[in-house]
């Protein structure tokens, strides 16, 4: 799970949302990189969409054009796709190499 933000002051620990009202996000590449975790439980709002929860964890990256596929339980999906409590959410931006 993501560790707390170092700039952030320190709170008490608080438990991790409920399988039933949260999905799990898994992150590669740069998003693994920025958000320090592989993987965190993220708590759903109403409406919540893939693209929704992207802008809502890496707002600076979804303000600036990372464009990302968006996969739920391993399949891939619109970034408008409704998400169901318990899924399990991926963000896949652009892969390089050579």
């Known amino acids: 799970m993501c560790p707390a933000s170092p700039a952030a002051p320190p709170a008490p620990p608080s438990p991790s949302p409920a399988p039933e009202t949260s999905v799990l996000v898994r992150?590669?590449?740069?998003?693994?990189?920025?958000?320090?975790?592989?993987?965190?439980?993220?708590?759903?709002?109403?409406?919540?969409?893939?693209?929704?929860?992207?802008?809502?964890?890496?707002?600076?990256?979804?303000?600036?054009?990372?464009?990302?596929?968006?996969?739920?339980?391993?399949?891939?999906v619109d970034p408008d796709a409704p998400l169901a409590p318990g899924a399990e959410l991926a963000f896949i931006p652009p892969l390089g190499g050579g």
């Open 27 to 76: 992150h590669f590449a740069v998003l693994r990189e920025r958000r320090g975790c592989e993987e965190e439980a993220v708590a759903l709002r109403p409406g919540d969409t893939p693209a929704r929860v992207f802008a809502r964890l890496v707002p600076d990256l979804a303000a600036g054009g990372l464009r990302v596929m968006y996969a739920v339980d391993h399949a891939y």
